[in-house]
């Protein structure tokens, strides 16, 4: 039995968003903003359970970084949500 498709234009092809290039921009930027500081976080908490001195960047990168991207998250997905909204 054949269960291959029988015409290569039925099959759609994924592709990335079309969305505005300063939508991807902040994406980018959230998600990085995130990762670095959940590793200043894990450098902080790693410090303290050491008993180490803890370098005042690391706590400041966590404290700052972390909210700066949730708030850009928290802003793409309420355009996202304006924009399937309009059209």
């Given at each position: 039995m054949d269960t291959r498709?029988?015409?290569a234009g039925r099959t759609?092809?994924?592709?990335a968003p079309e969305g505005p290039r300063w939508r991807r921009i902040l994406t980018?930027?959230?998600a990085l903003l995130a990762v670095v500081g959940l590793l200043c976080?894990?450098?902080v908490v790693l410090s303290g359970l050491r008993s180490e001195s803890i370098w005042p960047g690391f706590a400041a990168?966590?404290?700052y970084l972390l909210p700066v991207?949730?708030?850009l998250m928290a802003g793409l997905i309420i355009d996202g949500i304006r924009r399937r909204r309009r059209g």
């Open positions: 498709t029988s015409s759609p092809h994924r592709t980018g930027t959230a976080l894990a450098a990168g966590a404290f991207a949730f708030l």
